[in-house]
T-cell receptor, first 119, second 113 residues
C-alpha cells in the first residue's frame, strides 16, 4: 500500500490565489522530503528539499518566496504555491525516504502527485 | 548534458515481446532505482540496485547493475499491456562531500495487444 500520501490529487485555482499541497509519510518518519515538479512528458525536476524543523533547501532557479515549504513534523511537509499564475500549472510530486543511518539503502517513496491548474 | 542517460526515449512493442531499457552514467552510481509511472500519477517503486553486478527480478521484470556501477538495464519478458507506462531510472551519485539523486528523462513504453 501507499507509504506516502499526497493531497489534493487535483486542484484548480484562479490566478493570484495560493494553493497548499500536503505530503505525509504514513508509516515512517522522514526528516527529509523532496518536492518535484514534472512537465508533460519530461522527467522529474527537483524543486526543493524539505528539512524537518529547519529551512528548506531550494534548487537553483526556484523562488523560495513563490514556493513556500513547511516541514513542521516528521511526517508532514507542505508546499504552498503563492500568488499562483498559469505558468505554475504543472504536476507536483513529493517523496520521502525512511530516516536512519542506512537511509541511502532505502528507496524514495513517492506520493501520487498533485495536478495544479491555474486559470 | 544529461547526467543520467536513459534509452530509448520511447518504445512500442507487441504483446508478448521482450524489451530492454538502459540507464547510463559517466559517474559511479551508489544506488540505482527503477520506477514506473503512469502519466499524471505518482511513481511506483520497482527495484533498487546497489552492488556491482547485482541483478534483481520481480515477476517478469529484471534489472541489472553492471560491475562498474555506471550502467543499468531493465528487461521485461513477455510484455503485457499492463506493463505500459513511463519507466524512470534514478541514481545516487557523489556531489562534493554529499550525494545527490539524479533522474533519467524516462522511457515511454506502449504495449500493443
Amino acid at each position: 500500500g501507499a507509504v506516502v500520501s499526497q493531497h489534493p490529487s487535483r486542484v484548480i485555482c484562479k490566478s493570484g490565489t495560493s494553493v497548499k499541497i500536503e505530503c505525509r509519510s504514513l508509516d515512517f518518519q522522514a526528516t527529509t522530503m523532496f518536492w518535484y515538479r514534472q512537465f508533460p512528458k519530461q522527467s522529474l525536476m527537483l524543486m526543493a528539499t524539505s528539512n524537518e524543523g529547519s529551512k528548506a533547501t531550494y534548487e537553483q532557479g526556484v523562488e523560495k518566496d513563490k514556493f513556500l515549504i513547511n516541514h513542521a513534523s516528521l511526517t508532514l511537509s507542505t508546499l504552498t504555491v503563492t500568488s499562483a499564475h498559469p505558468e505554475d500549472s504543472s504536476f507536483y510530486i513529493c517523496s520521502a525516504r525512511r530516516q536512519g543511518p542506512s537511509s541511502y539503502n532505502s528507496p524514495l517513496h513517492f506520493g501520487n502527485g498533485t495536478r495544479l491548474t491555474v486559470t | 548534458s544529461q547526467e543520467l542517460e536513459q534509452s530509448p526515449q520511447s518504445l512500442i512493442v507487441q504483446e508478448g515481446k521482450n524489451l530492454t531499457i538502459n540507464c547510463t552514467s559517466s559517474k559511479t552510481l551508489y544506488g540505482l532505482y527503477w520506477y514506473k509511472q503512469k502519466y499524471g500519477e505518482g511513481l511506483i517503486f520497482l527495484m533498487m540496485l546497489q552492488k556491482g553486478g547485482e541483478e534483481k527480478s520481480h515477476e517478469k521484470i529484471t534489472a541489472k547493475l553492471d560491475e562498474k556501477k555506471q550502467q543499468s538495464s531493465l528487461h521485461i519478458t513477455a510484455s503485457q499491456p499492463s506493463h505500459a507506462g513511463i519507466y524512470l531510472c534514478g541514481a545516487d551519485i557523489r556531489a562534493g562531500n554529499n550525494r545527490k539523486l539524479i533522474w533519467g528523462l524516462g522511457t515511454s513504453l506502449a504495449v500493443n495487444p
